[in-house]
Structures are given as C-alpha cells and as structure tokens.
C-alpha cells in the first residue's frame, strides 16, 4: 500500500502536493516492488532486506540515493505473551531528487505527522531524522513498559511456586536482548552517518550542519537508552537467578520436611508391624477394656511419630 506525504508548515500532510516527496510503501506488492527496481533505481536486494527483521542496521550509498536500514520495536499487544520484538525498516534517500522513499513491513506503524518541538520539517533529511527520533522514543517508551511489567510479574511471583510468572520473566529477558542488538545496530548506523558526512556519503545525504547537531543529540539518546536496557537486562536476570535460588531453596525444605515426615511414621509402623494387633489385645486382655487400650496405643505410636519427628528437625538444624 503507497501513501503520500508531503510537508506544510512543519507537518507531514498526507496526499499533499509539494516538496520533499514522501512515499510510504507498507508492504509492497509485486507491481510496486517492480516499480521501486526499476523506476527508481534501488537495489533488489537491499529492498527486500529492508523488511527483514532479522537484518543488520546500515547505510549503503547507490548511484543515486543513500539506502538505510534501521531497526524499530513492533507495537506490543496481548497476543505477543510478554515478547517485545522488533522489526526493520527501509529508507532510501534521494537528496537531488528532494525525495524519500520509506518501506516498512507493519500495518501498525504510525507515521509521525504532527509538530515536533524543536524539529524543522523542511527537507528529505528532516523527515529521515524525525523518523529517527520517534524509533528512539519508542524504544524508551517500551522498556518503561518492560520495567512495570517486570516489576509486577516480581510481585506476583513473591510466594508462589508455579513457573507462569517466572516463563514470563524469561520472556521479558528475551526482548530485552533484541532490543540491545537493536538499539546497538542503531548506534553503530548513526555514526556510520556522521562519519558519511566527512567522505563520500555527503552527496548522498546532504546533512545541513543542524542536522549534524540533531544528529549527534539522537546518538547520545540513543546510547542512554542502550545502556538502560543492559541494566534492565542485568536487573531482571539477577532476579530470575534468585528466584531460582529461592524455588530450589524451598524445594530442598519441603523434601527435608517430606522425609521427616516419612521417617516419623515408619518407626511406629515398625512396632505395630512386628507386634501385629493380635498381640496387643493378647497383652491387655483382662487388663483394661479396648476401648480404653486401643485408643492409649494409639495415642503413645502418635507421640512417638511427633518425637522423631521433632529430632529429625533438630538434627537439620543444627547442621
């Protein structure tokens, strides 16, 4: 599907004549892939890469335009089971041509149109950069959301025993790694971006020098929130490893508990099974009435479990 932008008076408007051009192309047909290759000069390769989430942020300059392929994160909703993904985006820069070609692969990506504050929306690298801005707003506003997430699935896990909580927890994790290889591509795209300017990329992206100021102010965000994520990394997998230590730990006690218990019991079952029942009334007939002797048999097997019971503990806790 193509959508067209343009720019008036700082605004990405849609199906607006004027300059720069804006195509958006969400998950392009054949007939508009074909016309992307051959009409427009980009690389066959490289396009179909640009929607591949599984592929490496980076720059590559053609004849004609600069070809960019950043990573973004995918919306969150409650079929991804606590999974933060993300996914790829492709921007081809035609800076002589005053035009910008985006192709992406989601039909719930939103695309920025509204005043930023502190944005000039003028030219084909504005829009590249307000692109980039918003990608590493939404990278901070997800690991905000991980870290609630992570902080509840803590408290619902605080003495419970089922592994639900903790699979999600390891989920999280999970996204937190592709979120750092991500934020991590991005990094390393950006400088590759500063470092175009001073070779022979300039031609191919045409950075004004508040460009180059924005740049280097996206970087340093950028990296923030690339550390945040390790810490959030390194914050939740030392939690996993203490509630596993702590799910082992309650184990290791309930089994001591277990075999008390067992212990406590087998001994008294010793005795009765030895003497058997036929000799106990034997031994009390004519000396006190059954229901009295039974009921006093009982009672001193019951007191004997709890004995062995009690120097079984006290035996564990004084290792």
């Not at 607006?16 to 051959?38: C, K, M, Q, W």
């Not at 392929?69 to 909703?77: F, L, M, T, V």
């Not at 005043?115 to 980039?132: A, H, M, N, S, Y």
């Not at 004004?208 to 945040?228: G, R, S, V, Y």
Request: charged letters at 20%.
């Amino acid at each position: 599907m193509l959508q067209k932008y343009s720019v008036e008076n700082g605004r990405l408007v849609l199906n607006a004549p004027g300059i720069p051009r804006i195509s958006v192309y969400n998950r392009p047909d054949e007939t508009e892939r074909r016309f992307l290759i051959d009409q427009c000069g980009l690389d066959e390769h490289t396009l179909i890469s640009s929607t591949d989430p599984n592929e490496t942020p980076r720059i590559e300059f053609e004849e004609n335009h600069a070809a960019i392929i950043i990573k973004y994160p995918k919306n969150y909703s409650a079929e991804d089971n606590y999974f933060f993904r993300v996914k790829s985006m492709g921007i081809f820069l035609f800076s002589a041509e005053q035009s910008i070609v985006i192709v992406l692969d989601d039909d719930q990506f939103i695309f920025p149109t509204g005043k930023i504050p502190g944005f000039q929306c003028r030219t084909p690298q504005d829009v590249l950069l307000r692109l980039l801005y918003q990608i590493i707003r939404h990278f901070e506003q997800h690991l905000r959301t991980i870290n609630t997430v992570s902080d509840e699935l803590e408290h619902a896990s605080n003495g419970s025993m089922e592994n639900k909580n903790l699979l999600s927890m390891f989920t999280l994790a999970k996204g937190l790694v592709y979120y750092q290889n991500a934020l991590n591509g991005n990094r390393r795209l950006i400088e590759r971006m500063k470092s175009a300017e001073a070779g022979t990329g300039a031609r191919m992206i045409g950075f004004t020098p508040e460009n180059l100021e924005l740049l280097e102010d996206l970087a340093i965000e950028n990296q923030q929130f690339l550390d945040q994520s390790r810490i959030y990394y390194e914050v939740l997998g030392g939690l996993l490893d203490a509630r596993a230590s702590i799910i082992n730990n309650d184990l290791n006690v309930m089994m001591k508990n277990m075999n008390a218990i067992v212990i406590a019991i087998s001994v008294p079952t010793f005795f009765t099974g030895v003497g058997g029942m036929s000799e106990f009334t034997a031994l009390f007939a004519g000396k006190a009435p059954s229901y009295l002797a039974y009921p006093l048999f009982f009672g001193l097997m019951v007191l004997l479990a709890l004995v062995i019971y009690w120097l079984i503990q006290r035996a564990y806790s004084s290792r």
